[in-house]
């Protein structure tokens, strides 16, 4: 498990339906070592911290295996690390394998950040706007390639080519690929999203999306 790129960006003002929409999306690579604090990385932005941002979005991971199926779906051969507005393309941690609450190092144990994996992602308008893509987004919701996100627990740095390890699982092991099929794909029965309420980390937003549904069953 390695992280290949880190990718950041500056909030940039487009045109989206005419008009002027401030984002953070356009996500480029950078070089050597960056700060990853409690809240974002330094020198990223985003731009709206209402459905973007906060502890439990702290940072994007989107998987490089995925980068194939895209370029092929989209027609674009050569898409650049930060493609999908992620701080980091990740390898070797896959939506069906890496569990809400699990707990990663990033980089040297004593430098390093160490992050948990808190929820999907869901993509915005502005993915589609980026990409030129506006209809795209209910394929990429349904292709299952969310991507996931992080909340810091030890602030660190890291940088491209850094190892990623798991250190600690949450014990319900929920994986990420069965958190979006809850959250957004109208899948899970009364039985898993008990379980899922059990996790300890469980990031505020998904508990009660998972409750609503429990709710929603028993009516």
């Given at each position: ?7 950041i960006s500056p909030t940039k003002m487009v045109q989206i339906n005419g008009q002027q929409v401030p984002t953070g999306i356009y996500k480029t690579p950078i ?189």
């Amino acid at each position: 498990m390695k992280l290949l790129s880190v990718n950041i960006s500056p909030t940039k003002m487009v045109q989206i339906n005419g008009q002027q929409v401030p984002t953070g999306i356009y996500k480029t690579p950078i070089q050597g070592c960056v700060w990853l604090g409690k809240l974002t990385l330094a020198g990223d932005s985003q731009a709206d911290t209402r459905v973007h941002g906060g502890e439990h979005q702290a940072a994007y991971c989107y998987p490089f295996e995925h980068y194939a199926y895209w370029q092929y779906r989209l027609k674009m051969p050569n898409l650049a690390y930060g493609t999908f507005g992620e701080n980091f393309t990740v390898t070797g941690l896959l939506e069906e394998d890496i569990c809400i609450g699990d707990i990663l190092q990033i980089g040297d144990a004593k430098t390093g950040a160490v992050v948990q994996v808190t929820m999907p992602r869901t993509p915005c308008f502005k993915f589609g706007h980026k990409i030129g893509r506006p209809d795209i987004l209910k394929e990429f919701l349904n292709s299952e390639k969310s991507g996931f996100y992080l909340l810091v627990i030890q602030a660190g740095v890291v940088e491209a080519n850094d190892p990623i390890n798991i250190i600690e699982r949450d014990p319900q092991a929920i994986s990420i690929r069965s958190t979006l099929g809850m959250q957004k794909l109208g899948e899970g029965d009364s039985v898993l999203l008990q379980r899922a309420l059990k996790v300890a980390s469980l990031a505020p937003l998904l508990k009660k999306i998972f409750e609503a549904r429990l709710i929603e069953m028993r009516t």
